[in-house]
Protein backbone atom coordinates (compact mmCIF):
# COMPACT_ATOMS: atom_id res chain seq x y z
CA UNK A 1 0.00 0.00 0.00
CA UNK A 2 1.80 3.50 -1.09
CA UNK A 3 1.62 5.93 1.53
CA UNK A 4 2.36 10.15 0.75
CA UNK A 5 4.87 12.34 2.55
CA UNK A 6 5.48 15.87 1.77
CA UNK A 7 8.69 16.92 1.04
CA UNK A 8 10.05 20.24 1.85
CA UNK A 9 13.69 20.85 0.43
CA UNK A 10 16.30 23.30 -1.14
CA UNK A 11 18.92 22.05 -2.68
CA UNK A 12 22.33 24.01 -3.15
CA UNK A 13 25.85 23.64 -5.56
CA UNK A 14 28.94 21.98 -3.10
CA UNK A 15 32.43 20.65 -4.04
CA UNK A 16 34.75 18.54 -2.67
CA UNK A 17 36.27 21.08 -0.57
CA UNK A 18 32.58 22.34 0.85
CA UNK A 19 32.57 22.88 4.89
CA UNK A 20 29.03 23.32 6.07
CA UNK A 21 28.88 25.99 8.78
CA UNK A 22 27.76 25.63 12.03
CA UNK A 23 23.96 25.82 12.17
CA UNK A 24 23.67 25.50 15.86
CA UNK A 25 21.46 28.46 17.03
CA UNK A 26 19.89 29.40 13.58
CA UNK A 27 16.33 29.66 14.34
CA UNK A 28 15.55 27.38 16.92
CA UNK A 29 18.46 24.80 16.05
CA UNK A 30 19.68 23.96 19.46
CA UNK A 31 21.92 20.86 18.16
CA UNK A 32 23.44 19.46 15.07
CA UNK A 33 23.44 15.53 15.41
CA UNK A 34 25.80 13.54 13.09
CA UNK A 35 23.52 10.72 11.83
CA UNK A 36 25.89 8.61 9.78
CA UNK A 37 26.42 7.65 6.09
CA UNK A 38 24.39 6.03 3.53
CA UNK A 39 24.76 4.56 0.12
CA UNK A 40 21.98 5.03 -2.24
CA UNK A 41 21.10 3.42 -5.82
CA UNK A 42 18.44 4.50 -7.64
CA UNK A 43 16.84 4.21 -11.25
CA UNK A 44 14.51 6.74 -12.79
CA UNK A 45 11.71 5.28 -15.33
CA UNK A 46 10.54 8.00 -17.56
CA UNK A 47 9.09 7.22 -21.29
CA UNK A 48 11.46 7.85 -24.46
CA UNK A 49 10.39 11.17 -24.66
CA UNK A 50 11.27 12.34 -21.02
CA UNK A 51 7.17 13.15 -20.58
CA UNK A 52 7.25 12.75 -16.94
CA UNK A 53 10.61 15.07 -16.34
CA UNK A 54 9.48 17.69 -18.27
CA UNK A 55 6.40 18.79 -15.68
CA UNK A 56 9.40 17.90 -12.60
CA UNK A 57 7.70 14.49 -11.75
CA UNK A 58 10.05 11.56 -11.19
CA UNK A 59 9.68 7.96 -10.49
CA UNK A 60 12.55 6.02 -9.24
CA UNK A 61 13.38 2.65 -7.98
CA UNK A 62 15.80 3.29 -5.07
CA UNK A 63 17.34 0.41 -2.66
CA UNK A 64 19.45 1.51 0.50
CA UNK A 65 18.60 4.52 3.34
CA UNK A 66 16.12 4.27 5.43
CA UNK A 67 13.64 4.70 2.72
CA UNK A 68 14.15 2.06 0.25
CA UNK A 69 11.25 1.47 -2.11
CA UNK A 70 9.61 3.04 -5.12
CA UNK A 71 9.07 6.57 -4.32
CA UNK A 72 7.13 8.57 -7.23
CA UNK A 73 7.58 12.66 -6.70
CA UNK A 74 4.86 14.96 -7.98
CA UNK A 75 5.65 18.79 -7.85
CA UNK A 76 3.14 20.80 -5.40
CA UNK A 77 4.71 24.22 -5.41
CA UNK A 78 8.43 25.21 -5.99
CA UNK A 79 10.30 23.49 -4.00
CA UNK A 80 7.76 21.60 -2.34
CA UNK A 81 6.64 18.02 -3.82
CA UNK A 82 4.57 14.88 -2.62
CA UNK A 83 6.35 11.86 -2.51
CA UNK A 84 4.36 9.13 -3.28
CA UNK A 85 6.05 5.29 -1.56
CA UNK A 86 5.37 2.22 -2.05
CA UNK A 87 7.53 -1.36 -1.76
CA UNK A 88 10.47 -2.60 -3.99
CA UNK A 89 9.33 -4.82 -6.54
CA UNK A 90 10.76 -6.04 -9.90
CA UNK A 91 8.19 -3.46 -12.03
CA UNK A 92 6.78 -0.20 -11.51
CA UNK A 93 3.58 -0.56 -9.02
CA UNK A 94 0.46 0.07 -10.28
CA UNK A 95 -0.78 2.23 -7.55
CA UNK A 96 1.87 4.26 -8.65
CA UNK A 97 1.69 4.27 -12.33
CA UNK A 98 -2.15 4.56 -12.08
CA UNK A 99 -1.54 7.94 -10.77
CA UNK A 100 0.94 8.89 -14.19
CA UNK A 101 -1.41 7.41 -16.17
CA UNK A 102 -3.17 11.28 -17.83
CA UNK A 103 0.92 12.01 -18.76
CA UNK A 104 1.96 8.67 -19.87
CA UNK A 105 -1.30 8.02 -22.00
CA UNK A 106 -0.55 4.42 -23.11
CA UNK A 107 3.32 5.25 -23.30
CA UNK A 108 6.10 2.50 -22.22
CA UNK A 109 7.93 3.59 -19.19
CA UNK A 110 11.88 2.56 -19.47
CA UNK A 111 15.09 3.66 -17.35
CA UNK A 112 16.40 6.60 -18.33
CA UNK A 113 19.13 7.18 -15.74
CA UNK A 114 20.96 5.39 -12.87
CA UNK A 115 22.17 7.53 -9.84
CA UNK A 116 24.32 6.39 -7.04
CA UNK A 117 24.62 8.50 -3.94
CA UNK A 118 26.91 8.65 -0.84
CA UNK A 119 25.00 10.27 1.94
CA UNK A 120 26.07 12.09 4.83
CA UNK A 121 23.31 13.52 7.05
CA UNK A 122 23.28 15.56 10.12
CA UNK A 123 20.19 15.93 12.02
CA UNK A 124 19.06 19.86 13.34
CA UNK A 125 17.21 19.19 16.72
CA UNK A 126 15.57 21.65 18.86
CA UNK A 127 16.41 22.28 22.39
CA UNK A 128 14.00 19.11 23.40
CA UNK A 129 15.53 16.96 21.08
CA UNK A 130 12.97 16.97 18.48
CA UNK A 131 14.66 16.85 15.17
CA UNK A 132 13.31 20.00 12.87
CA UNK A 133 15.15 19.61 9.45
CA UNK A 134 18.18 17.14 7.73
CA UNK A 135 21.01 18.84 6.37
CA UNK A 136 22.73 15.71 3.67
CA UNK A 137 25.93 16.60 1.61
CA UNK A 138 25.74 14.34 -1.36
CA UNK A 139 28.15 12.99 -3.60
CA UNK A 140 26.57 11.81 -7.22
CA UNK A 141 27.27 9.58 -9.77
CA UNK A 142 25.29 9.44 -12.56
CA UNK A 143 24.77 7.03 -15.39
CA UNK A 144 22.66 6.43 -18.87
CA UNK A 145 21.39 3.23 -19.19
CA UNK A 146 23.18 1.54 -21.36
CA UNK A 147 21.92 0.26 -25.57
CA UNK A 148 19.72 -2.52 -25.28
CA UNK A 149 21.25 -6.28 -25.87
CA UNK A 150 23.10 -6.42 -29.17
CA UNK A 151 22.53 -2.82 -29.98
CA UNK A 152 26.49 -1.21 -30.52
CA UNK A 153 27.34 1.05 -27.62
CA UNK A 154 27.63 4.93 -28.64
CA UNK A 155 29.52 7.55 -27.19
CA UNK A 156 26.89 9.21 -26.31
CA UNK A 157 25.23 6.13 -24.40
CA UNK A 158 28.34 5.93 -21.65
CA UNK A 159 28.12 9.20 -20.58
CA UNK A 160 28.26 9.82 -17.31
CA UNK A 161 28.27 12.52 -14.51
CA UNK A 162 29.48 13.59 -11.40
CA UNK A 163 29.00 16.22 -9.21
CA UNK A 164 28.39 16.89 -5.41
CA UNK A 165 25.45 18.62 -3.61
CA UNK A 166 23.83 19.80 0.09
CA UNK A 167 20.00 18.91 0.42
CA UNK A 168 18.15 20.76 3.50
CA UNK A 169 15.08 19.03 3.91
CA UNK A 170 12.43 19.88 6.66
CA UNK A 171 11.29 16.84 9.31
CA UNK A 172 9.27 17.05 12.19
CA UNK A 173 8.68 20.21 13.47
CA UNK A 174 10.46 22.62 11.26
CA UNK A 175 9.07 24.92 9.19
CA UNK A 176 9.63 26.98 6.29
CA UNK A 177 11.09 29.75 8.43
CA UNK A 178 13.94 27.29 9.20
CA UNK A 179 15.06 27.00 6.17
CA UNK A 180 15.22 30.95 4.80
CA UNK A 181 17.33 31.15 8.22
CA UNK A 182 19.60 27.90 7.29
CA UNK A 183 19.18 29.60 3.74
CA UNK A 184 20.93 32.64 4.80
CA UNK A 185 23.79 30.82 6.95
CA UNK A 186 24.73 28.75 3.98
CA UNK A 187 25.09 32.22 1.77
CA UNK A 188 27.33 33.69 4.22
CA UNK A 189 29.38 30.95 4.03
CA UNK A 190 29.36 30.87 0.25
CA UNK A 191 27.35 28.68 -0.73
CA UNK A 192 24.89 28.74 -3.31
CA UNK A 193 21.60 27.62 -5.01
CA UNK A 194 21.66 24.58 -6.93
CA UNK A 195 21.08 25.27 -10.76
CA UNK A 196 18.33 22.63 -11.17
CA UNK A 197 15.56 21.79 -8.80
CA UNK A 198 16.17 17.59 -8.39
CA UNK A 199 19.27 15.22 -8.89
CA UNK A 200 17.27 13.57 -11.89
CA UNK A 201 17.08 17.74 -13.77
CA UNK A 202 20.90 17.76 -13.49
CA UNK A 203 21.66 14.13 -14.12
CA UNK A 204 19.55 14.11 -17.86
CA UNK A 205 21.30 17.42 -18.55
CA UNK A 206 24.96 15.91 -17.94
CA UNK A 207 24.31 13.29 -19.90
CA UNK A 208 22.61 14.56 -22.58
CA UNK A 209 19.26 13.77 -22.50
CA UNK A 210 16.78 16.61 -23.43
CA UNK A 211 13.18 17.50 -22.98
CA UNK A 212 10.49 19.71 -24.29
CA UNK A 213 8.71 22.12 -22.06
CA UNK A 214 5.57 20.77 -20.73
CA UNK A 215 4.38 24.03 -21.03
CA UNK A 216 3.96 23.44 -24.92
CA UNK A 217 3.70 26.92 -27.07
CA UNK A 218 0.99 29.44 -27.21
CA UNK A 219 0.96 29.07 -22.98
CA UNK A 220 2.03 33.03 -22.21
CA UNK A 221 0.49 36.03 -22.09
CA UNK A 222 -0.29 38.30 -25.18
CA UNK A 223 -1.48 37.10 -28.49
CA UNK A 224 -3.04 38.76 -30.71
CA UNK A 225 -5.35 36.74 -32.76
CA UNK A 226 -8.59 35.14 -31.62
CA UNK A 227 -7.08 31.52 -32.19
CA UNK A 228 -4.29 32.59 -29.83
CA UNK A 229 -6.23 33.84 -27.00
CA UNK A 230 -9.03 30.72 -27.47
CA UNK A 231 -6.23 27.94 -27.74
CA UNK A 232 -4.50 29.26 -24.56
CA UNK A 233 -7.73 29.15 -23.02
CA UNK A 234 -8.00 25.29 -24.00
CA UNK A 235 -4.55 24.19 -23.18
CA UNK A 236 -4.70 25.41 -19.73
CA UNK A 237 -8.12 23.35 -19.28
CA UNK A 238 -6.74 20.55 -20.56
CA UNK A 239 -3.52 20.43 -18.64
CA UNK A 240 -5.98 21.32 -15.69
CA UNK A 241 -7.43 17.72 -16.06
CA UNK A 242 -4.41 15.76 -16.69
CA UNK A 243 -2.78 17.44 -13.68
CA UNK A 244 -5.58 17.07 -11.61
CA UNK A 245 -5.75 13.47 -12.73
CA UNK A 246 -3.55 12.07 -9.65
CA UNK A 247 -4.97 14.15 -7.11
CA UNK A 248 -8.48 13.47 -8.02
CA UNK A 249 -7.21 9.44 -7.79
CA UNK A 250 -5.63 10.30 -3.89
CA UNK A 251 -8.86 12.00 -3.11
CA UNK A 252 -7.44 15.28 -2.26
CA UNK A 253 -9.52 17.93 -1.19
CA UNK A 254 -11.56 19.93 -3.76
CA UNK A 255 -9.84 17.88 -6.57
CA UNK A 256 -13.15 16.99 -7.61
CA UNK A 257 -14.86 19.95 -8.33
CA UNK A 258 -11.82 21.43 -9.43
CA UNK A 259 -11.41 18.72 -12.35
CA UNK A 260 -15.19 19.27 -13.05
CA UNK A 261 -14.88 22.82 -13.62
CA UNK A 262 -11.96 21.75 -15.99
CA UNK A 263 -14.04 19.96 -17.93
CA UNK A 264 -16.71 22.08 -17.91
CA UNK A 265 -14.88 25.78 -19.29
CA UNK A 266 -13.40 23.22 -21.67
CA UNK A 267 -16.73 21.88 -23.18
CA UNK A 268 -18.12 25.46 -22.51
CA UNK A 269 -14.97 27.54 -24.56
CA UNK A 270 -16.08 24.79 -27.78
CA UNK A 271 -19.31 25.68 -27.71
CA UNK A 272 -18.72 29.37 -26.81
CA UNK A 273 -16.12 30.14 -29.66
CA UNK A 274 -17.35 27.79 -32.68
CA UNK A 275 -16.43 30.82 -34.75
CA UNK A 276 -12.40 30.27 -34.08
CA UNK A 277 -12.69 25.97 -33.42
CA UNK A 278 -14.54 24.18 -36.17
CA UNK A 279 -17.83 23.14 -34.47
CA UNK A 280 -17.51 19.49 -36.52
CA UNK A 281 -14.72 18.84 -34.84
CA UNK A 282 -14.75 19.60 -31.34
CA UNK A 283 -18.46 18.67 -31.45
CA UNK A 284 -17.80 14.61 -30.65
CA UNK A 285 -15.01 16.19 -28.02
CA UNK A 286 -17.98 18.12 -25.98
CA UNK A 287 -20.19 15.09 -25.75
CA UNK A 288 -16.99 12.95 -24.19
CA UNK A 289 -16.29 16.40 -22.05
CA UNK A 290 -19.99 16.74 -20.49
CA UNK A 291 -19.57 12.73 -20.24
CA UNK A 292 -16.69 13.25 -17.84
CA UNK A 293 -17.91 15.89 -16.35
CA UNK A 294 -21.60 13.59 -15.28
CA UNK A 295 -19.13 10.72 -13.91
CA UNK A 296 -16.88 13.41 -11.52
CA UNK A 297 -20.24 14.97 -10.54
CA UNK A 298 -21.31 12.27 -8.93
CA UNK A 299 -18.51 12.21 -6.52
CA UNK A 300 -18.62 15.98 -6.47
CA UNK A 301 -22.66 16.17 -5.68
CA UNK A 302 -22.44 13.89 -3.14
CA UNK A 303 -19.72 16.21 -1.06
CA UNK A 304 -21.65 19.26 -1.77
CA UNK A 305 -25.16 17.91 -0.59
CA UNK A 306 -23.47 16.09 2.31
CA UNK A 307 -22.12 19.19 3.65
CA UNK A 308 -24.94 20.88 3.09
CA UNK A 309 -27.19 18.32 4.87
CA UNK A 310 -24.81 18.35 7.72
CA UNK A 311 -24.47 21.96 8.44
CA UNK A 312 -27.88 22.09 8.35
CA UNK A 313 -28.23 19.48 11.11
CA UNK A 314 -26.11 20.75 13.00
CA UNK A 315 -27.90 23.46 13.52
CA UNK A 316 -31.05 22.00 14.65
CA UNK A 317 -31.33 22.43 18.49
CA UNK A 318 -31.19 18.83 20.15
CA UNK A 319 -34.78 19.32 21.24
CA UNK A 320 -36.09 18.37 18.01
CA UNK A 321 -33.25 15.68 16.49
CA UNK A 322 -36.12 13.32 16.84
CA UNK A 323 -34.65 9.65 16.31
CA UNK A 324 -31.50 8.79 15.05
CA UNK A 325 -31.05 11.37 12.53
CA UNK A 326 -27.45 11.98 12.59
CA UNK A 327 -26.84 7.83 12.63
CA UNK A 328 -29.49 7.44 9.21
CA UNK A 329 -27.42 11.01 7.81
CA UNK A 330 -24.38 8.39 8.25
CA UNK A 331 -25.41 5.75 6.80
CA UNK A 332 -26.74 7.34 3.61
CA UNK A 333 -23.45 9.02 2.95
CA UNK A 334 -21.30 6.53 3.33
CA UNK A 335 -22.97 3.89 1.35
CA UNK A 336 -22.92 6.72 -1.61
CA UNK A 337 -19.93 7.64 -0.99
CA UNK A 338 -18.46 3.97 -1.40
CA UNK A 339 -20.41 3.36 -4.18
CA UNK A 340 -19.49 7.47 -6.56
CA UNK A 341 -15.72 6.71 -5.36
CA UNK A 342 -15.40 3.26 -6.83
CA UNK A 343 -17.35 4.32 -9.85
CA UNK A 344 -15.27 7.22 -10.49
CA UNK A 345 -12.03 5.57 -10.23
CA UNK A 346 -13.05 2.93 -13.19
CA UNK A 347 -13.78 5.71 -14.94
CA UNK A 348 -10.04 7.33 -14.79
CA UNK A 349 -8.88 3.61 -14.91
CA UNK A 350 -11.03 2.61 -18.79
CA UNK A 351 -10.68 3.00 -21.88
CA UNK A 352 -13.16 5.91 -22.84
CA UNK A 353 -11.67 8.01 -20.83
CA UNK A 354 -8.31 7.43 -22.01
CA UNK A 355 -9.32 7.92 -25.44
CA UNK A 356 -10.63 11.42 -24.55
CA UNK A 357 -6.71 12.55 -22.84
CA UNK A 358 -5.35 11.12 -26.35
CA UNK A 359 -8.05 13.29 -28.57
CA UNK A 360 -7.65 16.41 -26.46
CA UNK A 361 -3.81 16.40 -27.48
CA UNK A 362 -4.36 15.80 -30.73
CA UNK A 363 -6.51 18.89 -31.02
CA UNK A 364 -3.97 20.73 -29.67
CA UNK A 365 -1.01 19.87 -31.42
CA UNK A 366 -3.26 20.61 -34.97
CA UNK A 367 -6.12 23.01 -33.89
CA UNK A 368 -8.88 22.67 -35.99
CA UNK A 369 -9.40 26.80 -36.75
CA UNK A 370 -11.66 28.44 -38.42
CA UNK A 371 -10.92 31.50 -40.54
CA UNK A 372 -11.85 33.80 -37.71
CA UNK A 373 -9.30 32.35 -35.60
CA UNK A 374 -6.91 34.73 -37.68
CA UNK A 375 -8.75 37.79 -36.64
CA UNK A 376 -8.21 40.37 -34.20
CA UNK A 377 -9.03 38.40 -30.68
CA UNK A 378 -10.99 41.20 -29.25
CA UNK A 379 -13.61 41.93 -32.15
CA UNK A 380 -14.25 37.84 -31.59
CA UNK A 381 -14.22 37.29 -28.39
CA UNK A 382 -16.54 40.43 -27.44
CA UNK A 383 -19.19 38.89 -30.19
CA UNK A 384 -18.93 35.10 -28.23
CA UNK A 385 -19.35 36.38 -24.88
CA UNK A 386 -22.74 38.83 -26.33
CA UNK A 387 -23.84 35.71 -27.54
CA UNK A 388 -23.65 33.60 -25.05
CA UNK A 389 -25.35 36.76 -22.79
CA UNK A 390 -28.21 37.04 -24.72
CA UNK A 391 -28.95 32.94 -24.51
CA UNK A 392 -28.76 33.68 -20.66
CA UNK A 393 -30.85 37.16 -21.35
CA UNK A 394 -34.27 34.63 -22.93
CA UNK A 395 -33.39 32.03 -20.07
CA UNK A 396 -33.73 34.51 -17.85
CA UNK A 397 -36.99 35.64 -18.79
CA UNK A 398 -38.56 32.07 -18.95
CA UNK A 399 -37.28 31.98 -15.50
CA UNK A 400 -38.70 34.51 -13.84
CA UNK A 401 -41.79 34.54 -15.63
CA UNK A 402 -42.34 30.58 -15.18
CA UNK A 403 -45.25 29.98 -12.49
CA UNK A 404 -43.77 28.61 -8.79
CA UNK A 405 -42.94 25.04 -8.49
CA UNK A 406 -41.24 22.24 -10.48
CA UNK A 407 -41.30 24.28 -13.54
CA UNK A 408 -39.63 27.31 -12.44
CA UNK A 409 -37.07 25.06 -10.57
CA UNK A 410 -36.27 23.70 -13.93
CA UNK A 411 -36.21 27.07 -15.90
CA UNK A 412 -34.01 28.56 -12.96
CA UNK A 413 -31.77 25.39 -13.92
CA UNK A 414 -31.50 26.03 -17.43
CA UNK A 415 -30.64 29.68 -16.79
CA UNK A 416 -27.97 28.55 -14.19
CA UNK A 417 -26.14 26.66 -16.75
CA UNK A 418 -26.85 29.38 -19.44
CA UNK A 419 -24.89 31.90 -16.85
CA UNK A 420 -22.04 29.72 -16.21
CA UNK A 421 -21.47 29.29 -20.06
CA UNK A 422 -21.42 33.33 -20.23
CA UNK A 423 -18.85 33.52 -17.30
CA UNK A 424 -16.56 31.21 -19.04
CA UNK A 425 -16.91 32.81 -22.19
CA UNK A 426 -16.03 36.37 -20.24
CA UNK A 427 -13.24 34.51 -18.74
CA UNK A 428 -11.65 32.79 -21.41
CA UNK A 429 -11.89 36.20 -22.77
CA UNK A 430 -9.98 38.39 -20.27
CA UNK A 431 -6.80 38.06 -22.38
CA UNK A 432 -8.42 40.33 -25.38
CA UNK A 433 -11.08 42.06 -23.56
CA UNK A 434 -9.17 42.93 -20.05
CA UNK A 435 -10.60 44.30 -17.03
CA UNK A 436 -14.60 44.97 -18.54
CA UNK A 437 -14.54 40.96 -19.39
CA UNK A 438 -13.34 40.51 -15.78
CA UNK A 439 -16.34 42.89 -13.96
CA UNK A 440 -18.72 41.19 -16.55
CA UNK A 441 -17.49 37.51 -15.29
CA UNK A 442 -17.94 38.31 -11.72
CA UNK A 443 -21.62 39.59 -12.09
CA UNK A 444 -22.63 36.64 -14.46
CA UNK A 445 -21.56 34.98 -11.36
CA UNK A 446 -23.40 36.20 -8.80
CA UNK A 447 -26.26 35.30 -10.66
CA UNK A 448 -24.92 32.11 -11.33
CA UNK A 449 -24.29 31.52 -7.29
CA UNK A 450 -27.61 32.69 -6.49
CA UNK A 451 -29.37 30.25 -9.03
CA UNK A 452 -26.90 27.26 -7.94
CA UNK A 453 -27.66 28.12 -4.53
CA UNK A 454 -31.70 27.61 -5.25
CA UNK A 455 -30.66 24.80 -7.15
CA UNK A 456 -28.57 22.98 -4.46
CA UNK A 457 -31.89 23.52 -2.12
CA UNK A 458 -33.88 21.68 -4.90
CA UNK A 459 -31.69 18.60 -4.65
CA UNK A 460 -31.32 18.90 -0.96
CA UNK A 461 -35.01 18.52 -0.61
CA UNK A 462 -35.28 15.40 -2.79
CA UNK A 463 -32.88 14.01 -0.80
CA UNK A 464 -34.51 14.94 2.50
CA UNK A 465 -37.71 13.66 1.52
CA UNK A 466 -35.84 10.10 0.72
CA UNK A 467 -34.28 10.59 4.05
CA UNK A 468 -37.32 11.08 5.62
CA UNK A 469 -39.39 8.02 3.51
CA UNK A 470 -36.56 5.70 5.16
CA UNK A 471 -37.01 6.95 8.56
CA UNK A 472 -40.79 6.34 8.68
CA UNK A 473 -40.49 2.79 7.22
CA UNK A 474 -38.26 2.26 9.65
CA UNK A 475 -40.45 3.25 12.97
CA UNK A 476 -38.66 6.16 12.93
CA UNK A 477 -40.19 9.95 13.59
CA UNK A 478 -39.69 12.36 10.55
CA UNK A 479 -39.93 14.97 11.83
CA UNK A 480 -36.59 16.80 12.16
CA UNK A 481 -35.87 15.78 8.35
CA UNK A 482 -39.21 17.52 7.62
CA UNK A 483 -38.40 20.66 9.69
CA UNK A 484 -34.72 20.72 7.46
CA UNK A 485 -37.26 20.11 4.43
CA UNK A 486 -39.75 23.10 5.05
CA UNK A 487 -36.02 25.35 6.03
CA UNK A 488 -34.91 24.54 2.90
CA UNK A 489 -38.17 25.80 1.34
CA UNK A 490 -37.79 29.03 3.04
CA UNK A 491 -34.47 29.08 1.20
CA UNK A 492 -35.40 28.82 -2.29
CA UNK A 493 -38.09 31.26 -2.28
CA UNK A 494 -35.42 33.73 -0.58
CA UNK A 495 -33.10 33.03 -3.68
CA UNK A 496 -36.27 33.41 -6.12
CA UNK A 497 -37.09 36.40 -4.49
CA UNK A 498 -33.47 38.20 -5.20
CA UNK A 499 -32.94 36.80 -8.20
CA UNK A 500 -34.64 39.86 -10.22
CA UNK A 501 -32.45 42.84 -7.94
CA UNK A 502 -29.45 40.44 -8.70
CA UNK A 503 -29.93 39.69 -12.21
CA UNK A 504 -31.08 43.56 -13.14
CA UNK A 505 -27.07 44.51 -11.45
CA UNK A 506 -25.60 42.37 -14.15
CA UNK A 507 -27.30 42.85 -17.46
CA UNK A 508 -26.81 46.89 -16.64
CA UNK A 509 -26.27 47.86 -20.81
CA UNK A 510 -23.46 49.88 -19.44
CA UNK A 511 -21.16 46.18 -18.84
CA UNK A 512 -22.05 44.97 -22.30
CA UNK A 513 -20.94 47.77 -23.88
CA UNK A 514 -18.06 48.18 -22.27
CA UNK A 515 -16.97 44.97 -23.55
CA UNK A 516 -16.94 45.87 -27.07
CA UNK A 517 -13.34 46.69 -28.54
Not at 237 to 246: C, G, H, K, M, S
Amino acid sequence: MADTVREIERKYEADRTTQLPDLTGVDGVATVVEAGAEELDAVYYDTAGLHLAAEGITLRHRTGGRDAGWHLKLPVAPGVRDEVRAPLSDTPPAELTALLRSRLLDRALVPVVRLRTHRTVRVLRDAGGAPLAEVAVDSVRARRPGPPEGRRKTKAAAVQARWHEIEVELVGGGGPGLLDAVDRKLAEAGVRPAGSASKLARALAETGQRYEDAAGPGTGKGGGTAGEVVLRYVRAQVRAIVELDPAVRRDLPDAVHRMRVATRRLRSAFRSYTKVLDRAETLPLGVELKWLAAELGVERDREVLTARLRAALDGVPRELRLGPVDARLRIWTERRRGGARGQLLAVLDGPRYLALLKRLHVLLEAPPLRPAAARPAPEVAARAVLKDYRRLAGRMETALAAPAGRARDEALHGARKAAKRTRYAAEAARPALGRPAKKFARRIKRVQQLLGDHQDSVVARGTLRELATQAQRAGESGFTFGLLHGREEALAADRERRLPRVWKKASRRRYRTALRP
